[in-house]
């Protein structure tokens, strides 16, 4: 009987690690997990007291949201930058604490007005997140300024991360990412076939709406854990900086993860990420 062959990950050691921090941040605690230890109550129960409208309006507002983000992004499509080269330095470290510091202040307000402040505030964080995370794929070597780019930066905002309910969670990354990424390839196709004038084109309004459907979701817990009487600003920018770093964290490992298959191929990195066990996950 012949032996059974080991097989090894072609990754370097620095690339193994930085896709172990990867699957860490992809499978860190959900929002529900960190909301709650930062509110001291399960956002289950706070959800429960949400007025009925509330619902309502936590889509009404993601939609708007998002239809800003996507206005944002195709205003500054087309603008690419210098095609790199070996020589290029690496591009700077992204500007997390500073996106950080100003969602906190747009939580501020809203934990001193609530629900009454989402119309306003969401999509003033949203972008703000939006922007975030476009700077944390350029610093995985990403051009921000492709059509593609712009929608996989979009789509972070409806990962979510995987959830523990998964068949397999390994793969529930690889999995909500496959799904949603159906939904960038005939975006971006479109675009590319019938130019920016098709932004309001069958395949990218679907592509909004479902990743409006899934980040509505994160939307609510975020807005369950303001529901608390007399949350106050300190809370309420506590609870928004919560909020981005969740999405900074998802960005990360998912350029990460995009910049590892542009070395060495999508198939080698799924399996070198399947082979890693990730402590205190969900």
Known sequence: M?????????????????LTRAKEALESPSLTMKLASVVGAPIEK???RLPAAAQEKVDDATQLALRKCLQLA????????PSSSLLAPPPDKPHNLMHKLAVATTGAAGGAFGLFALPVELPVTTTLMFRSICDIARSEGEDVHRVETQLQCMMVLGMGGTKA???NTDLGYFIVRG???????RATNEIAAKGLGSHGSTALLKFLQTIASRFSVQVSEQVAAKSIPAIGAVLGAMVNTVFIDHFQQMAHGHFTVRRLERRYGAPAVERAYQTIEVMGGR
């Not at 012949?2 to 930085?18: G, R």
């Not at 195709?74 to 930058?81: P, Y």
């Not at 799904?179 to 390839?185: E, F, G, P, R």
């Open 2 to 18: 012949e032996p059974t062959p080991i097989i090894t990950s072609p990754l370097t050691t620095e690339d193994f690690a930085a």
């Open 46 to 48: 706070l959800m429960g």
């Open 74 to 81: 195709l205003r500054t499509l087309g603008k690419s930058a």
């Open 165 to 167: 309910s998964d068949d």
């Open 179 to 185: 799904a949603l990424a159906q939904s960038v390839s």
